[in-house]
């Protein structure tokens, strides 16, 4: 299992969704490894005092959608 967990707005057409939040998603999830879950920064900051733990993977290009900082979530 891996997976990519990203916020943000996204926009409905026609019974699909779209939008950068949408990008950011797939392409943080496509860096995550084996049986880790990748998150971006404005995922940690929201859900600070949560009790996660969050793990510095270090900044990652994201085609077309700039540079962010991941982070793996532990716990």
């Keep these: 299992m891996r997976a ?3 916020t943000g707005e ?3 057409a026609g019974g699909n969704i779209r939008g950068i939040a ?3 998603g797939a392409r943080v999830c496509g860096l ?3 049986d880790e879950v990748l998150a971006t ?4 900051d929201l859900v600070a005092g949560s009790g996660l733990v969050f793990q510095p ?3 990652h290009e994201l085609r077309g959608a700039g540079t962010w900082t991941l982070f793996a979530v532990d716990g």
């Design 22 to 24: 949408v990008h950011v």
């Design 4 to 6: 990519g967990v990203h």
């Design 41 to 44: 920064s404005t995922v940690r």
């Design 32 to 34: 995550a490894g084996a």
């Design 10 to 12: 996204l926009e409905f």
């Design 57 to 59: 993977r270090g900044e």
